[in-house]
């Protein structure tokens, strides 16, 4: 026998989600014959087999999430391979080492009364959690000495009960759960705000989403400490001459971060062009893997759904995020004259441990300058 675990997907991504199984248990495969389709965070994709033999067994079924190394499947030698010894599988180079297999269930014993975790609980209290499937660290003890109780346990259970099952997120938006606590155990994030007035666009329509692009770009210019990678182990920046735009992108299923790339020296129409094309393959769930990393700064323009202003997530190695919200009409003094003129508010948030608040401040300003040009 030989186990088949998941490979390593690229993109430092750790798990995927089975979608569908191409195989069944007793199929005789060959090489490069498609095994089962997973689901990432950035994409839908099939894992061929490495090698020809018969398959005994399947390791998950649809909707199982399974850790990058963890056993997909296992093959019988092909054209009647050798027998290897009973219990054991043989190493080909895709595991490490003998693993024994057995269909013998293991029971977790139950404790005695401790305080791992902060938690005191009897034996008892444990197991009728566990067989109500409650979840301890989220129940709030009332017993004596900060003890967990029965009545403890059944007051959760019957409020889980009357709120239904919990979903657990998957694809994009279980990776956006992973990339935002990483956000918020990585960076130290600083916000600035202020109001792009727009009155020099006149009656002409631009696109937005171009003119902040082109903002970006002249706030890099004139604070290029914004388009950087920190290091938190060296505690030390890497300012970066490229600007690899991360633009935001929402769908159905959950957030993108896709990276248009070099944005400073390419033209409106090239520009414009890999905004419709990104927008396409993120719906599509079709974005090369190229295009989903390695940006240097975000561009957010959550205006087009609502709201003002933002705290948006820094995602590391970035310092720094710019957030655009809805434009509105405003009373605006320009030239000394009172007018209704489109504002734009406009939210920075940066790492404060690599980035200062005047290099933040000036890098909005000039955004700003930027957007208020008549072109």
Known sequence: MSVFKLPDLGEGLQEAEIRQWHVREGDVVKVDQPLVSVETAKAVVDVP???AGRIVKLHGRSGDIVRVGKPLLEFEGADGGPEEKPGEIRDTGVVVGAMKRGNEVVAEKATTVGTAAGIRVTPAVRALAHRLNVDLTIVTPTGPDGMITQAD???????LTEVGPLEKLKGPRRAMAHSMSQARDEAMPATVTDDACLHAWGAGKQDLTLRLIRAVVAGCKAEPSLNAWFDPHE?????LDKIH???AVDTPEGLFVAVLQDVGNRTEDSLRRGLERMKADAQARTIPPEELRGYTITLSNFGKFGGKYATPAIMPPTVAIVAAGAARDAVVPVAGEIRIARVLPLSVAFDHRAVTGGEATRFLAAMIRDLEKAA
Do not use: A, D, F, N
């Open 153 to 159: 346990v059944q007051r959760v259970h019957k409020i």
């Open 49 to 51: 087999s490495p090698r």
């Open 245 to 247: 735009l991360g633009m």
């Open 235 to 239: 505690i030390g920046r890497r300012v």
